[in-house]
């Protein structure tokens, strides 16, 4: 609602999360006030604007980068290409008409560049492998045509309508502890690994790869029931015409606490890095004829053997500073791990196919020896687990 004016304004969102119509009460005297029905395009862009009885009310064309055509090309105000009311505009972004940039979301967009005009919020997910994702203010890859940029981050599988992006209870835990993780568990593992170390590097890329803005990264987070002693599991596909998607699901009742969480909310997002470094490698030859530079790709996918040994490392990475790094922190019998008694002390660990992964006694040794006893419980571990074994040497996309 508007306080001055007392205009209220109500939006309608289909199944979808497509805005399908919007009504206000006083724009016009209620006897003429109308209702606006709007028919988007593939990139949910309103293209015809329609009232009650069908009859048009307004027309948009929009160039690739969205920028308004208003009279080129025998546009005109009789076939209706005409200013409206309503607020939608390029890809369904509210169009800031005293401004004339469009609201994204965590940023606004300037149609006239094509850029943003704040960088990505998010500066450390640009793929080294594909060189668009280099400048954190272009626009969804420079394939406005195919891709879109609707709220410059993930987005949540239970969400209501469009505007409530991730805002249910679940999804709101699924970024504190994300955000726990970046704020907090980071700046520690800097400190003990090195910034240039594998193990920051991993474990920086895994919870920032969520939050990929500017990419049309598709990533879809939600909350399902998965195989027993799977707390999360991550897929993703790009297809033909280039739509991509990568979902990530995570079985609430197998993450007991918080740190369980915060360690697969980690280890699934080193999945999602995965993900969309091999898509970022198709995409940027998707304008290449050269057959044999796409075949090496896709020959070269990284393999799910390749992609977990990645994941419970940066696991076994955070859960020396969540799950007890520290042996005088009250014990947190968490992780669907075991919580057990060695000799008096408390003994805390993570596993997986029965090799511990992290345990807390590992504190007191030295990097290296601490990085050799992790690969090699990994990599046993992995090939003895009865999900990941037999998946090792399949590829993570088809
Ligand atoms: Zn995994």
Redesign the pocket.
């Known amino acids: 609602m508007v306080p001055g004016t007392g205009e209220t304004t109500i939006f309608v969102y289909d199944a979808g999360g497509k805005v399908i119509a919007e009504y206000s009460t006083n724009v016009v005297p209620v006897q003429d006030a109308k209702v606006a029905y709007l028919t988007n395009d593939n990139l949910g862009t309103p293209r015809i604007n329609t009232d009650a009885n069908g009859g048009v009310i307004a027309r948009h064309d929009y160039m690739p980068f969205g920028e308004e055509i208003d009279s080129l090309g025998g546009r005109s105000a009789t076939d209706n290409y005409v200013v409206d009311d309503v607020r939608q505009g390029f890809t369904g972004y509210f169009d800031d008409e005293e401004t004339g940039l469009d609201f994204a979301e965590a940023r606004m967009y300037a149609k006239t560049l094509g850029r943003f005009n704040g960088s990505d919020p998010i500066l450390s997910t640009g793929s080294a492998f594909n060189p668009k994702s280099w400048n954190r203010y272009s626009y969804s890859l420079n394939n406005p045509l195919l891709l879109k940029d609707p709220y410059g981050m993930y987005t949540c599988s239970d969400d209501v309508k469009g505007k409530d992006s991730c805002s249910s209870d679940n999804d709101k835990k699924f970024e504190a502890a994300r955000q726990l993780a970046i704020r907090d568990k980071l700046a520690q593992i800097e400190k003990r690994y090195g910034e240039g170390s594998t193990e920051y590097q991993d474990a920086l890329k895994a919870v920032n790869s969520y939050g990929d803005a500017g990419k049309a990264n598709g990533i879809v987070v939600g909350f399902g029931t998965l195989d027993r002693g799977v707390l999360?599991e991550?897929t993703g596909s790009l297809d033909k015409f280039g739509n991509k998607s990568v979902n990530v699901t995570i079985d609430l009742n197998q993450n007991k606490n918080s740190s369980d969480f915060l360690l697969t909310v980690a280890?699934?997002g080193s999945?999602v890095r995965d993900h969309l470094d091999y898509q970022g490698r198709l995409i940027a030859l998707q304008n290449s004829s050269d057959a044999n530079a796409i075949m090496a790709v896709v020959a070269n996918a990284p393999t799910h053997g390749f992609?977990?040994t990645r994941?419970?490392g940066v696991s076994s990475v955070f859960a020396e500073f969540t799950i007890g790094g520290n042996s005088n922190a009250p014990i947190d019998n968490s992780m669907g791990g075991v919580t057990f008694t060695l000799g008096g002390d408390p003994e805390k660990s993570i596993a997986v196919g029965g090799q511990e992964i992290w345990k807390s006694s590992w504190k007191n040794l030295d990097i290296k020896t601490i990085e050799g006893k992790r690969r090699d419980a990994i990599a046993s571990g992995l090939k003895n687990d009865k999900h990941y074994g037999p998946l090792l040497n399949t590829p993570i996309e088809k």
């Open positions: 999360g991550t280890h699934e999945h992609s977990e994941a419970f």
